[in-house]
């Protein structure tokens, strides 16, 4: 589904978390703030606030893993079709050179 007609949650990575903990955090903000303070309307402005800044904050620690994960995937698959080239080449990295290679270079 599109959450405010913009952000499909389905498809969107970390979206859909994003949400979750944001809803937990503005809950637990908002009653802690009610229990503290029996202020109504005060905890209703600390749930909001709560739920932003939850969202937020694990909406950028989940698009950063995200990436990492992302940029770690393309340099094994790099490293694994290079493997695939290079092997048995005198290019490969792995292969040990023999004294006649070596005199030859």
Same mark, same amino acid.
């Given at each position: 589904f599109k959450l405010l007609g913009f952000l499909d949650v389905q498809n +969107?990575? /970390?979206?859909?978390e994003s949400? *979750?903990? =944001?809803?937990?955090g503005s809950f637990v903000v908002g009653l802690g703030h009610f229990v503290a303070t029996s202020r109504v309307r005060r905890s209703c402005d600390f749930a909001v606030g709560g $739920?932003? /800044? +939850?969202? *937020? =904050?694990y909406w950028f620690y989940c698009r950063y893993n995200y990436a990492q994960r992302k940029i770690r995937q393309r340099m094994i698959r790099e490293g694994m079709k290079n493997k695939l080239? $290079?092997?048995g080449s005198a290019f490969d990295p792995e292969r040990k050179q +023999? =004294?006649?290679e070596r005199s030859n270079s």
């Open positions: +969107t990575p /970390c979206a859909r949400i *979750l903990y =944001g809803s937990v $739920f932003i /800044c +939850t969202m *937020l =904050g080239l $290079f092997e +023999t =004294g006649n």
